[in-house]
């Protein structure tokens, strides 16, 4: 913390709740009251997209900020290793709670989701100029297809994994193949416009305003974020129902109900896999790696 603001009194630091990928703490200062987050510590079992994730997420609340976007407000990203050996950033304190608190009367949670549903929409008028993961984009590996961006995150975690032997050889061969037989419906999304790709109540904080009314304060961990098809959020179960698509609005798509759930397949085979791998190789949990591994299993055997 005197890293970041020189000389200013530390009165108080306390290890926050929630979240497994990073360690955070509320830092309060004789000036300012803040989070300080710092990324893992087990760089070697990282995925290759999740390398970069805190550069990524420091770009992505910038840019939303700038669009008017309800993020957090970054004072601060090292990821040079000088201070300490881990990615770090500092944020400035919302006074607020996560949206999946179960405090919020469920008359506020409707009008929080209509809500959502507009600042999403706001978010995916936000366009790039490449196709990928933000935190890929941002070292220059961005794709100029979203299909080829797709695949790329299929191959990386495939050649990861191999080292850990977390899949069967055949599996994981059928799932690459799964997804490269719908690369012409994956190139059919010709814009690349930002995603969140991790959307749900605990990543939106919101406020009881003195009128009794709770109003969304920010959208944070945005470190996933990709520039490419918005249904990364629009198909998100934890998310999105009536009040959401009410605030999102009418939205014209080039695919039909058919290609849409194919797209969805796809998605939902790399999102399986990609948490297969993190619960047996990062968390050591294997309960949840077999649950992920048994979705993933029943996408490819057509029964999703």
């Known amino acids: 913390m005197h890293a970041v603001f020189g000389n200013e009194e530390i009165r108080r630091a306390e290890l926050l709740e929630g979240?497994?990928?990073?360690?955070?703490?509320?830092?309060?200062?004789?000036?300012?009251?803040?989070?300080?987050?710092?990324?893992?510590?087990?760089?070697?079992?990282?995925?290759?997209?999740?390398?970069?994730?805190?550069?990524?997420?420091?770009?992505?609340?910038?840019?939303?900020?700038?669009?008017?976007?309800?993020?957090?407000?970054?004072?601060?990203?090292?990821?040079?290793?000088?201070v300490v050996d881990r990615d770090y950033m500092v944020v400035e304190y919302i006074?607020?709670?996560?949206?999946?608190?179960?405090?919020?009367?469920?008359?506020?949670?409707?009008?929080?989701?209509?809500?959502?549903?507009?600042?999403?929409?706001?978010?995916?008028?936000?366009?790039?100029?490449?196709?990928?993961?933000?935190?890929?984009?941002?070292?220059?590996?961005?794709?100029?297809?979203?299909?080829?961006?797709?695949?790329?995150?299929?191959?990386?975690?495939?050649?990861?994994?191999?080292?850990?032997?977390?899949?069967?050889?055949?599996f994981i061969k059928r799932a690459y193949t799964f997804a490269e037989e719908a690369l012409p419906l994956l190139n059919r999304v010709l814009v690349p416009r930002l995603a969140h790709a991790g959307l749900w109540k605990g990543n939106v904080l919101v406020k009881e305003m003195q009128d009794g009314q709770y109003e969304v304060q920010a959208i944070i961990d945005g470190d996933r974020a990709v520039f490419g098809d918005v249904a990364f959020d629009l198909d998100s179960p934890w998310m999105v129902d009536d009040a959401?698509?009410?605030?999102?609005?009418?939205?014209?798509?080039?695919?039909?109900?058919?290609?849409?759930?194919?797209?969805q397949k796809v998605y939902r085979l790399l999102f399986a896999l990609t948490d297969a791998y993190v619960w047996r190789i990062q968390?050591?949990?294997?309960?949840?790696?077999?649950?992920?591994l048994a979705e993933a299993k029943s996408i490819l055997a057509g029964r999703i």
């Open 95 to 170: 006074d607020s709670i996560p949206m999946s608190d179960p405090a919020i009367p469920e008359n506020a949670l409707y009008e929080l989701s209509v809500s959502c549903g507009y600042w999403m929409r706001r978010m995916h008028a936000v366009t790039g100029k490449k196709f990928g993961r933000v935190s890929d984009i941002l070292k220059g590996m961005g794709k100029d297809t979203w299909g080829e961006a797709v695949l790329a995150e299929f191959r990386r975690l495939i050649e990861t994994s191999e080292k850990f032997a977390v899949f069967e050889p055949d």
């Open 19 to 82: 979240g497994l990928f990073n360690t955070t703490y509320r830092v309060e200062t004789s000036v300012h009251d803040v989070v300080l987050r710092m990324g893992p510590v087990h760089r070697e079992l990282l995925l290759p997209f999740e390398r970069n994730l805190m550069e990524a997420e420091a770009y992505v609340d910038r840019l939303c900020l700038n669009y008017g976007i309800p993020a957090s407000r970054v004072l601060c990203c090292d990821t040079s290793r000088r």
């Open 244 to 263: 959401f698509l009410k605030g999102y609005g009418e939205r014209s798509e080039p695919f039909s109900l058919e290609e849409k759930r194919q797209k």
């Open 283 to 292: 968390y050591c949990n294997e309960e949840n790696h077999q649950h992920c």
